[in-house]
């Protein structure tokens, strides 16, 4: 699995545009970016992922550079609930997820 | 369509002892991966189990150990507890008949080793 960085934490104001970065300079061609975020105390939930292409679902957005070497998780109009440790995983067919620190993402009202 | 469950939610264990957790997996789910989340750090990939068979491994020594049942739902095992082995053990379930499958995540069992 490739190995990704991101901030430790992060704030957003309520009703903001959340970005989320993540590095993620050795992923191979084959490895998808994954985004999925862990609510204190509960098991993590996929969020969205991607190859090559953005991506954008019910819950987010997902912008991927053209080199694939970082990429960023983009929550709309964040609300108090969107408060949570988001973690950017690269990861193959196997799919078997490597967790870093994750970002803690903190939404103030 | 139900999500992934896991029992038992808590449970207490003695250094030394065994203890079994399971997980049902997600309806059309094929595979089942095990993680063990300790305070205030990030998932640790155990194992995964696809069609009953183990398909990989973390870094986690043999005491650790699993099945996965035809109906797809598996069970963990730690023989020989230790104090460290206290932790949020997680599973998921997914499907590795594509090129990407996302992992669907239970609530966890937290066990606590005294």
């Known amino acids: 699995d490739a190995k990704t960085t991101q901030p430790t934490s992060m704030d957003c104001a309520e009703g903001r545009a959340a970005n989320l970065p993540c590095n993620h300079s050795?992923?191979?061609?084959?490895?998808?970016v994954y985004w999925y975020r862990q609510i204190h105390s509960q098991g993590p939930q996929y969020i969205i992922h991607?190859?090559?292409n953005n991506e954008t679902n019910e819950m987010a957005s997902l912008i991927i550079t053209e080199d694939r070497k970082s990429s960023t998780l983009i929550l709309p109009h964040a609300t108090l609930r969107d408060t949570a440790v988001y973690y950017c995983?690269?990861?193959?067919?196997?799919?078997?997820?490597?967790f870093g620190g994750g970002t803690r993402l903190m939404v103030k009202p | 369509e139900t999500g992934v469950t896991q029992s038992p939610t808590h449970l207490i264990k003695t250094r030394g002892q065994q203890v079994t957790l399971r997980c049902s997996s997600q309806?059309?789910?094929?595979?089942v991966s095990w993680y063990q989340q300790a305070l205030g750090q990030g998932p640790q990939f155990i194992f995964q189990?696809?069609?009953?068979?183990?398909?990989g491994r973390g870094n986690f020594p043999p005491r650790f150990s699993g099945l996965q049942f035809p109906n797809y739902s598996s069970e963990l095992n730690v023989n020989a507890l230790e104090l460290d082995d206290s932790a949020l053990y997680l599973c998921?379930?997914?499907?590795?008949?594509?090129?990407?499958?996302?992992?669907?995540f239970g609530p966890g069992t937290r066990l606590t080793v005294l």
């Open positions: 998921a379930s997914s499907t590795l008949d594509r090129a990407y499958n996302e992992q669907f």
């Open positions: 309806s059309g789910h094929n595979t």
């Open positions: 995983i690269g990861s193959g067919a196997g799919n078997m997820l490597t």
């Open positions: 050795t992923i191979s061609g084959n490895e998808y």
């Open positions: 991607g190859l090559k």
């Open positions: 189990y696809y069609r009953e068979e183990e398909n």
